[in-house]
């Protein structure tokens, strides 16, 4: 035995799911994940589905993100990805949006060429196929890749993406975060989105039109830090005052 996680009966464990290595299962509307070791068997995220109890369903493996359905208590039954940490476990799609009963049901959760297609019902169109895009791990400025997955883009329904990022990934006492948005083509070509995050590590948004790239940067004080970690994973200082990133020409926290 692994570890006894329920020692007064069973844990009713369904949906064993391999991630690159990293086994993750469901215990109800629990998400856990395991090492093989008892110490290294945890619980991910604890969803709250008590409006309407639904158990995690459909766990899938796309391009080494876990995807799943769940039901957080606020959004209904969605499609939502993990990168096995709580933080990093955020709503993929919101399919159907509105109050805490608008679910959008999604069901057969399938990975072609990484890419997430399945069903699922947007409250006006019924049930139709649907795709998420890949989720495709971020690189430093100076094009050395990081551990993990920096910043993660994902399509909701209509026009809407949510940037999605892990705290490790960014300067080390990060408060907040700023998000910028560019043309793609035109570097340096980026202004602010949202100056404050409020703290959160997700954002909704929908994105200007044309070829569009994003930077999150981490607030740290009165003044922006760095870009995160460099490919040694040595800490990228912040900049002195606030930083500029690449030249950035309209910063909210100057």
């Known amino acids: 035995m692994v570890r006894d996680i329920n020692p007064s009966g069973s844990s009713s464990i369904s949906q064993l799911t391999d991630v690159n290595g990293t086994l993750f299962f469901a215990i109800f509307d629990d998400l856990w994940k395991s090492d093989g070791t008892a110490v290294g068997t945890v619980m991910v995220k604890d969803f709250d589905s008590s409006n309407y109890p639904l158990a995690l369903d459909h766990l ?60 699922a ?22 094009g050395d890749g990081i551990p993990g997955t920096p910043l993660r883009m994902t399509r909701g329904s209509g026009t809407e993406i949510m940037l999605a990022w892990d705290p490790s990934s960014c300067a080390a006492g990060a408060a907040d975060y700023a ?33 569009r790239y994003y930077l999150v940067v981490p607030i740290y004080g009165a003044k922006e830090g760095s870009y995160g970690r460099a490919s040694d994973g040595s800490e990228r200082a912040q900049g002195t005052p606030a930083c500029s990133p690449q030249s950035l020409s309209d910063s909210c926290y100057y």
């Not at 799609?93 to 509105?98: E, H, M, R, T, V």
């Not at 947007?122 to 690189?139: C, F």
């Not at 083509?185 to 070829?211: E, I, K, M, Q």
């Open 60 to 119: 899938t493996n796309v391009n080494g993100t876990l995807f799943f359905v769940a039901n957080d208590g606020v959004h209904g039954a969605e499609v939502w990805l993990s990168n096995g940490t709580e933080t990093g476990t955020v709503l993929a799609a919101d399919i159907n949006p509105g109050d805490k009963f608008s679910f959008s049901w999604p069901k057969n959760l399938t990975a072609v060429n990484g890419t997430l297609f399945l069903q």
């Open 179 to 211: 998000i910028y948005e560019g043309a793609l083509g035109l570097f340096a070509s980026h202004t602010p989105r949202v100056c404050s995050t409020g703290g959160t590590t997700t954002w909704t948004l929908t994105p200007d039109p044309g070829g």
């Open 121 to 142: 019902d947007d409250g006006t169109h019924g049930t139709e196929l649907w795709s998420i895009g890949p989720s495709v791990p971020g690189a430093v400025p100076d």
